[in-house]
């Protein structure tokens, strides 16, 4: 059983920036053993992946929409994962999730796809004003 927690979502002009955290309590395996990542869903659209982090923390992936704005990072030691949000834009007004997929092996490689994830957080909302 995996709990996930985000944190760190609010309203921030745009231009802004913000830092989400990301919390997962496991009881089976170890955190590194979970492939991290962050989607996002805004009114009237469909979930979007944004950065995905494999379980070592090497290896990384964004979305072409954040990339070179956003930051997916992880600290194995506190169970935590981080999405460094910079230079914000409106359209990046949505809830972000946390998600986590248990990988048993091969932990280097990210997974984009949401139907990966079997744990998900409640989600945090990010409102960017114009």
């Known amino acids: 059983q995996v709990q996930v927690v985000e944190s760190g979502g609010g309203l921030v002009p745009a231009g802004g920036s913000l830092r989400l955290s990301c919390v997962c309590a496991v009881s089976e395996y170890f955190f590194s053993n979970y492939a991290m990542a962050w989607f996002r869903q805004a009114p009237a659209k469909e979930r979007e992946f944004v950065a995905g982090?494999?379980?070592?923390?090497?290896?990384?992936y964004q979305a072409n929409s954040v990339k070179g704005r956003f930051t997916i990072s992880r600290d194995n030691a506190k169970n935590t994962v981080y999405l460094e949000m910079n230079s914000l834009k409106p359209e990046d007004t949505a809830v972000y999730y946390c998600a986590a997929k248990l990988v048993r092996y091969c932990t280097g490689s990210v997974y984009s796809g949401g139907t990966n994830y079997g744990y998900w957080g409640q989600g945090t909302q990010v409102t960017v004003s114009s």
């Open positions: 982090i494999a379980g070592t923390g090497i290896t990384t």
